[in-house]
């Protein structure tokens, strides 16, 4: 149990909260492990927008994957119930049951969050993009997994995972966005 007493700190304190400056100024310990909680917690407090996201991607990731072999591609369909879906729709249907709202189509998809310019700046959960056609117009969208993989549905396999550095999708990589 953390007993905290200060001047300056309010009678409830919500979450993990604390802050470094209320540790240092005027934070009284009764032992050293109530210290090093406190301290982990104020760190904490510090990384939970990584962790969150973190946790965020895993949970995208995941059921991506779960739908491996289970949709259908059809282009320009988005039929959850039936399970035929195209590229975008597919994207948009993972990150729904994941309680981010994008938008159908990979264009749409790809005026989200922060761009990512290079392959080596991409981070687990984030939207790749490629031109699968026209040279230079995005025209399929995945999600990235790590480790140079990413997750998508495909006209010819359905939901697969493929590597970015190889064979047919090595120089089609437009684009990422971080949400």
């Known amino acids: ?12 304190l919500v979450g993990i909260s604390l802050s470094l400056s209320l540790l240092t100024s005027g934070t009284m310990f009764l032992n050293t492990q109530s210290a090093h909680a406190a301290t982990d917690a104020a760190a904490a407090t510090t990384y939970s927008a990584s962790a969150t996201s973190a946790s965020k991607a895993d949970g995208i990731i995941r059921t991506a994957k779960y739908y491996i072999g ?60 490629f031109s699968v056609s026209k040279p230079g117009r995005i025209n399929h969208v995945g999600i990235y997994l790590g480790n140079g993989k990413f997750i998508s549905n495909t006209t010819s396999s359905g939901v697969v995972i493929r590597d970015l550095n190889t064979g047919y999708w090595k120089d089609r990589f437009i684009t990422g966005r971080h949400l």
């Open 1 to 12: 149990m953390l007993l905290v007493k200060t001047n300056r700190l309010s009678k409830s």
């Open 70 to 129: 289970k949709v259908r591609y059809g282009f320009g369909v988005r039929d959850t119930n039936r399970l035929i879906l195209d590229c975008s729709a597919f994207t948009q249907m993972v990150f729904k049951k994941n309680g981010v709202t994008i938008p159908w189509g990979s264009s749409a998809q790809a005026k989200l969050g922060t761009r990512v310019k290079y392959k080596s700046q991409l981070r687990k959960g984030d939207l790749v993009f």
